[in-house]
């Protein structure tokens, strides 16, 4: 069986990100500076999600999957984004949702014509649970309006835990938040159509789960939006 082009770009990348966090303390066993979690700035943390999101993207649910999707979007006459425009409208919406999450905790990230919004357990779920909080839906509000002003994007809502506990129970909590925040955006009048929800289990870390504020990290939902193209 051939191994798929992106698949091997992908490990590569995700290899070459851990080199780094090695050579620059991110997985350091030394004590971590006062004010950073596990040796690891905002900064190295931000660029390792977008660049992760970006390999990430739309492999969570799958290439294939991503494709039809877009398929079926454009088929049903949502229409599509093509050559300069997708840079451009991706661009008004990556301004549109830095404006709006601004204080939330919420960070956005942009990866080539890809923009993830890393959404942290403490503003979404308590632990070991998939009921939104209450605190959720202001941010989720916001994330919606902008979602209904930009509707050429499918929307890939992915869950993550942290490593405790069993995989098949990460896998299945991961499932469950992301289908609750998704059925939160539907609430709020988005298309279904436009929605994959997946989840990712531990299998994505962001941060080490060998301390709590690091496993804090890692249980999070992370909402993708994949320009749809004609």
């Keep these: 069986m051939k191994t798929p082009i992106k698949t091997v770009l992908s490990a590569t990348l995700l290899t070459a990100l851990l080199g780094a966090c090695a050579s620059t303390g991110g997985y350091s066993s030394a004590p971590p500076?006062?004010?950073?979690?596990?040796?690891?700035?905002?900064?190295q943390k931000g660029a390792i999600i977008g660049a992760v999101a970006g390999?990430?993207?739309?492999?969570?649910?799958?290439d294939d999957a991503t494709e039809r999707r877009?398929?079926?979007?454009v088929g049903a006459g949502v229409g599509g984004l093509a050559g300069g425009g997708i840079g451009r409208y991706q661009d008004n919406q990556e301004?549109?949702?830095?404006?709006?999450?601004?204080g939330t905790g919420v960070e956005v990230v942009r990866d080539g014509d890809n923009i993830t919004?890393?959404?942290?357990?403490?503003?979404?779920?308590?632990?070991d649970s998939y009921a939104l909080r209450p605190g959720s839906y202001t941010v989720l509000n916001r994330v919606a309006d902008t979602l209904?002003?930009?509707d050429q994007t499918?929307?890939?809502v992915a869950g993550h835990t942290d490593s405790i506990g069993s995989a098949a129970y990460n896998q299945r909590l991961s499932e469950q938040r992301a289908q609750a925040v998704g059925d939160y955006l539907t609430s709020r009048g988005i298309n279904p159509q436009r929605l994959m929800i997946t989840g990712a289990g531990a299998n994505h870390p962001v941060a080490s789960n060998s301390t709590e504020a690091?496993?804090?990290e890692n249980r999070r939902v992370e909402i993708t939006l994949v320009p749809i193209r004609s």
């Design 95 to 102: 301004r549109a949702l830095r404006e709006r999450m601004a």
């Design 70 to 73: 877009q398929r079926a979007l």
């Design 55 to 62: 390999a990430v993207a739309g492999l969570l649910s799958g």
């Design 117 to 127: 919004l890393d959404m942290p357990e403490a503003i979404t779920f308590g632990f």
């Design 214 to 216: 690091g496993r804090a």
């Design 148 to 150: 209904a002003e930009y």
């Design 154 to 156: 499918i929307v890939e």
């Design 33 to 43: 500076p006062q004010g950073e979690e596990e040796g690891m700035s905002r900064t």
